[in-house]
């Protein structure tokens, strides 16, 4: 038996033929509709990434295992599913851009073997160019939010490839899904893999090529020039301190 954990970040199921939504074009997820069972009342243990994830892997509760705003860490003795899979031999791998799993997180990642981060590559994109533009207004973010770790707000590198992130990728993170999977059946070897895929989450790209909106109108034109201003309100809600 292997175990594929695929998480397709902030996809409402309304939004899926399968699940009675309308619009969106999943062959894939249609044709897996027609074998698989639904849960037409599923619940998120949290409502953002860290904490939902780690009760995912645990099996507790956010009160729980600590994952959260403050601690950004997990360090809970209960063994994640990562762990327990890998100590009874399974091949354990994780494949995401998601900065909450690139190993800066204590604990969060405890358990898997590898951990690949696909990029998009390429030239610039509009993002990096914003970005750069706000770049001390982020680094001043990433200082004062509580979504990000001491890791993060210490690392030169971190705002680069935060930037790179963002950019469209998933067709590459789901390349080396496939990549994984080929490779342990071909070693006859048991795996575990978790996959977070990243493009619906953020930051809702309105096509594969704009990371923001489109420059065609003015009003989406001063949404993308004004985005660095908002930086300074995003992660600020009491909810976080």
């Known amino acids: 038996m292997n175990v594929l954990l695929l998480v397709i970040d902030s996809l409402r199921a309304s939004s899926l033929r399968a699940c009675g939504g309308g619009g969106t074009h999943t062959p894939f997820l249609d044709r897996l509709s027609e074998r698989m069972l639904h849960f037409r009342r599923a619940y998120a243990s949290e409502c953002w990434t860290l904490p939902t994830h780690c009760s995912l892997f645990t099996g507790l509760m956010p009160g729980e295992h600590g994952a959260h705003f403050g601690s950004m860490a997990y360090n809970h003795a ?4 990562a762990e327990i899979l890998a100590a009874s031999g399974f ?9 909450v799993f690139d190993g800066n997180l204590p604990g969060i ?39 990000f770790h001491a890791q993060h707000r210490d690392s030169g590198s971190f705002l680069s490839n935060f930037a790179r992130s963002l950019e469209p990728a998933d067709v590459l993170a789901l390349d080396r899904v496939h990549g994984r ?3 342990h059946r071909r070693n ?25 909106r489109p420059f065609d109108s003015l009003e989406a034109a001063l ?12 992660g600020r809600h009491a909810y976080l301190h």
């Open 109 to 147: 990642t405890r358990g898997f073997q590898t951990a690949l981060r696909p990029m998009a590559q390429g030239g610039a994109h509009p993002f990096a160019l914003i970005l750069a533009l706000a770049k001390p207004r982020f680094r001043r973010h990433i200082q004062e939010t509580g979504f």
């Open 181 to 183: 999977i080929n490779e």
């Open 78 to 81: 209960t063994p994640t599913l």
């Open 91 to 99: 091949r354990t791998d994780l494949v995401t851009r998601n900065f």
């Open 188 to 212: 006859n070897q048991p795996f575990f893999l978790f996959c977070n895929l990243y493009d619906v989450h953020a930051p809702y790209p309105p096509h594969l090529l704009s990371i923001l």
């Open 223 to 234: 949404v993308n020039i004004l985005f660095p201003l908002a930086l300074a309100h995003l």
